[in-house]
């Protein structure tokens, strides 16, 4: 009985989290513009594991990016960079941009390719679907960290694993 109702309990958990997931992705599909090539977290990691040269640019507030970023991530104030910022980038890298869930990075991306950047992705849910896939994020001091700056606690509900900081 009590094997019964721990395989009835995986799959709840299982089904809820497809479920989860499967929300997510419509609330991405109304924000994208689709007009910056998307990229998922693992194809992220495979490309680092490779050693290949890329820019990982967090475009988030000041107060997000404290809180957690991706490994060696360069902060790029969203609401205050300017173009001169962009173009310091490396044009022959490819440049992957992140937010929350994607929507600030891909405009981040827009102004990149309206510069002339050619290897420009937008991570796919952004460090909120980094984090859903286990993946690891970074304090200021460089060390591991669970917690991730969820913007506002409307937006919060996206990210299913970590510790949520508003």
Request: hydrophobic share 35%; charged share 25%.
């Amino acid at each position: 009985m009590e094997k019964k109702a721990i395989a009835g309990l995986t799959l709840l958990l299982l089904a809820f989290s497809v479920n989860a997931q499967s929300a997510y992705d419509k609330k991405l599909k109304s924000l994208y513009r689709n007009t910056v090539k998307t990229i998922k977290p693992n194809e992220v990691t495979a490309l680092i594991a490779k050693g290949e040269k890329l820019v990982l640019l967090d475009t988030r507030a000041p107060e997000e990016y404290k809180v957690s970023h991706l490994k060696d991530a360069r902060f790029l104030n969203y609401e205050s960079y300017s173009t001169e910022e962009l173009l310091r980038l490396p044009k022959n890298e490819k440049i992957i941009v992140y937010c929350s869930v994607g929507y600030r990075s891909e405009r981040v991306g827009e102004k990149l390719q309206k510069l002339g950047f050619k290897n420009v992705y937008n991570i796919y849910g952004g460090i909120f679907e980094w984090k859903n896939e286990g993946l690891p994020t970074f304090n200021t001091n460089n060390q591991e960290t669970d917690s991730v700056h969820t913007y506002n606690k409307t937006w919060s509900k996206w990210l299913q694993r970590g510790v949520k900081v508003y």
